[in-house]
């Protein structure tokens, strides 16, 4: 059992974490693309890279990568930035103090304070990699030390929910644009291989199919993998779980709206066949995705955060 | 040949990082007036003589950084990039000795047990109002008197479960009590933190002394909470109650519920229904039956108090009245903490107990005794002149540092409501070595131990040392240039 409040901020530490990582990844690896362009080439498309992290500034677009690590990293006005981020994420951590461990919460403040230092001395462009290998490090030792401190019980499956919901939603965003954006064939070997280092998926894809790079397999791999962490499928199963446990633990019973809906898709990954979803229309499927994690999202929130009193009060 | 040249300068401590050190009238916490170090401080001394002066840098700079590590600290604007400072922490501890604490101790217990029979008697017999022991009319013209709280019981007539008085030294070496705080004190994080941030940065200095631990505060805070269950709860809830994040203590609040071990709410976590209050969980509504709170009496409930309170529980005023939760604090503690009411603390002590005050009152006038305020305003150059509602050191007149204008505005605040000022001799406040730009100088403290009580008293053998780190200055709270240090109570 868990004040409400604190449950949602659990929740919130988790996709805020999760949205900072996958913001940074996708940065680290256009970054390293940009150095290997042929000089004279077409440069990167910035509105299109903006609406991949989801959080497409109101002004103007960035001009040049600076500008956008300024604007993707480090503006706090933008609240999808990497900095906004870790920053909500550790407001929500302070506000529940008492139910996360001391490591946790040292662990979350220090990449806080690090990263504000990072963006004070201001010399961070001479080498990006070190910031996106800094903020990558923070967020793995946080769910370290989350998972090695932390009772496994219903807080840390909140934790859970939040990071799996987003990056079920966030994956699957990705393909989604590339998709759109690219043509299917591999006419461009390049933007494949990137698709799968933004989802650090590229060694694991490897393996998996070996090095022969195909859009049909790389969506099969980043949807419907079920053993590598980042694929949707993964994630599904991990949103389901999480939900059930909770739902134990707190007397709900199972069959609760939330995991009804985190189980059906979780099932239709667990069933669907990539050629399928290829030929079909893979925009209109991805995107539901997006919707269904957004009504899990919904649901549990009505469940165990904003329920009606009156339905709890003693009879 | 060389010859020594007699001086008239007052006698210093030995040692290079001693050679600002001044000593005066003021009692010194760890020199005695001759320049030798008290009994109880001469292993401190002994290393403070050995230490370098980048040693020691180093090892404020571990411990400044510990704060900020843990969150120690407060916004100084907020926006965005709001800036965070930790509070200051001075190095070098405060000792206090076995028998000076022991007296404390004696005197904190009687003075906290007359206290909570004071309240009782108010808003019930008023056995001493009747007898004319305290004022009839001080008593209700206080801010903080709660006629809402006229005849209504109080879980074994426990007011105050949790105190916080200040005490300073005078110059002949006395503890005597400057403030009471019983609504709700704060700063016992500090004490907490301060010692652990010593054990990490000075372990080799704790060898050398048997220092009483502090640790185990929050256990001995909930077992006063548990004294407070009421009677027919079977397996009681508790939860502390915080104004949110927001506030400057929060820390605190979100420290004292880890260590307790319970959940901390805010006023938008509880609502009460029937006369009962519940908290919002995962798990649907659960009954709280005590709540240590953190939130003033003002803002606990919308419908009986400050009815723009976002912070308290609508109805939790009569679902305290109808005996189904209890409050630590109870409300209307703040009565017995007005800085007017508190001259009449001895004779409290004496009426209840028929006893002699253990520690003693600082000489206090009260402004709406004529006789008293004819002497105040004549002499407004020497004393010093506060407002019995402001805390924090504000509202304050410090007669000789004011200057002519400064007097004239509280000579007609004075007048306009004598009620509302009290004032005092201007007390030199004993100093503690701090080490301070590389330097270790004397710095004015206070003290302000923790009394809990429950089943029993119990005072944790430690407090908070609160230091007026700006020079000559004899401000200690945090809001006014103030810091802290740990403080040693030693074992017998």
């Known amino acids: ?315 | 040949m060389s010859l020594i040249v007699p001086s008239n300068a007052s006698p210093r401590p030995s040692g290079e990082l001693f050679s600002d050190y001044l000593l005066d009238a003021a009692y010194d916490e760890m020199f005695e007036s001759t320049g030798a170090a008290r009994p109880h401080c001469r292993a401190l001394f002994d290393e403070l003589r050995a230490a370098s002066e980048s040693g020691l840098s180093q090892r404020q700079m571990e411990a400044d950084k510990a704060f900020l590590m843990q969150g120690i600290t407060f916004t100084v604007y907020g926006d965005d990039q709001g800036i965070e400072r930790i509070f200051p922490f001075d190095l070098l501890p405060r000792i206090i000795a076995a028998g000076e604490w022991r007296t404390l101790e004696r005197g904190l217990t009687q003075r906290l047990t007359a206290i909570n029979l004071f309240l009782k008697d108010v808003y019930h017999d008023q056995r001493i109002l009747d007898e004319g022991v305290v004022p009839r009319q001080l008593v209700q013209s206080c801010r903080h008197y709660r006629r809402e709280m006229r005849g209504v019981h109080v879980h074994r007539d426990i007011y105050v479960s949790v105190a916080g008085s200040d005490l300073i030294r005078l110059e002949d070496g006395r503890f005597v009590v400057l403030e009471d705080n019983l609504r709700v004190p704060s700063g016992v994080s500090y004490m907490l933190a301060n010692r652990e941030a010593t054990k990490r940065v000075l372990p080799g200095l704790f060898d050398r002394y048997h220092v009483s631990p502090v640790a185990h505060y929050g256990q001995a805070l909930l077992a006063t909470l548990r004294a407070l269950a009421p009677p027919s709860t079977v397996d009681p809830t508790f939860v502390v109650l915080t104004p949110g994040v927001g506030n400057s203590a929060y820390f605190e609040h979100a420290f004292l519920a880890r260590e307790m071990g319970l959940p901390l709410v805010e006023g938008r976590d509880l609502l009460v229904h029937d006369n009962v209050v519940y908290m919002r969980t995962t798990a649907g509504l659960r009954r709280v039956d005590v709540i240590y709170r953190r939130v003033d009496d003002d803002y606990l409930d919308p419908l009986a108090f400050r009815a723009d309170s976002h912070l308290g529980v609508a109805g939790l005023l009569n679902a305290y009245r109808a005996g189904n939760v209890s409050l630590a604090n109870a409300i209307g503690t703040g009565l017995a903490d007005d800085k007017a009411l508190y001259a009449y603390i001895p004779a409290i002590i004496r009426f209840y107990m028929s006893e002699e005050p253990i520690l003693p009152n600082v000489d206090t006038y009260l402004l709406d005794v004529p006789s008293d305020r004819k002497y105040v305003l004549d002499h407004l150059d020497s004393l010093v002149v506060k407002a019995v509602g402001e805390s924090g050191g504000y509202g304050m007149l410090i007669g000789p540092h004011s200057t002519a204008a400064e007097r004239a505005t509280f000579k007609a605040k004075i007048e306009a409501d004598p009620r509302n000022f009290i004032a005092q001799p201007t007390l030199s406040l004993s100093r503690s070595p701090c080490f301070i730009d590389g330097r270790i100088e004397p710095r004015h403290v206070d003290l302000r131990p923790y009394v809990l009580y429950g089943d029993t008293v119990t005072i944790v053998p430690g407090g908070l040392t609160r230091v007026a780190l700006r020079k000559g200055s004899l401000v200690v709270n945090s809001s006014q240039g103030g810091g802290s240090k740990d403080t040693w109570v030693l074992a017998e």
Not at chain 1, 81 to 100: D, G, K
Not at chain 1, 126 to 144: D, K, M, N, Q, T
Not at chain 1, 186 to 209: D, I, M, Q, T
């Open chain 1, 1 to 315: 059992m868990l004040l409400s409040r604190v449950a949602d901020s659990l929740y919130w530490i988790g996709r805020y974490l999760e949205r900072a990582e996958h913001t940074i990844r996708l940065i680290d690896v256009r970054l390293d693309l940009e150095l290997d362009r042929r000089p004279g080439a077409e440069g990167w498309d910035f509105s299109r890279f903006c609406s991949a992290v989801q959080c497409a500034p109101e002004q103007e677009l960035p001009r040049n990568p600076t500008e956008l690590v300024e604007t993707l990293v480090f503006d706090p006005a933008n609240r999808g930035s990497v900095l906004a981020c870790v920053t909500s994420a550790r407001e929500n951590a302070r506000q529940v103090r008492e139910e996360i461990s001391t490591d946790m919460w040292e662990q979350l403040n220090a990449l806080y304070l690090r990263l504000k230092q990072v963006r004070g001395e201001g010399t961070w462009s001479a080498r990006p990699h070190y910031l996106s290998r800094l903020i990558f490090e923070g967020v793995h030792l946080f769910e370290g030390v989350t998972d090695s401190t932390m009772g496994h019980g219903e807080g840390w499956q909140l934790l859970r929910v939040g990071r799996f919901i987003e990056r079920a939603a966030a994956t699957a965003s990705l393909v989604d644009l590339q998709f759109r954006g690219a043509p299917r064939l591999p006419a461009n070997h390049v933007e494949w291989v990137g698709l799968l280092r933004s989802c650090a998926a590229f060694e694991a894809y490897c393996r998996h199919y070996t090095a022969d790079v195909r859009p049909d397999r790389v969506a099969e791999f980043l949807l419907l993998n079920a053993e590598f962490p980042r694929s949707v499928r993964f994630a599904a199963s991990r949103v389901e779980a999480a939900l059930r446990a909770i739902a134990q633990v707190t007397g709900r019973g199972a069959g609760g709206r939330a995991e009804r809906l985190a189980g059906r898709l979780h099932a239709s990954l667990d069933y669907g066949q990539v050629d399928e979803i290829l030929g079909e229309d893979p925009h209109a499927y991805l995107e539901g995705i997006g919707l269904y994690c957004a009504q899990i999202h919904d649901a549990a929130h009505q469940s165990y955060i904003s329920y009606p009193i009156e339905s709890a009060l003693p009879a």
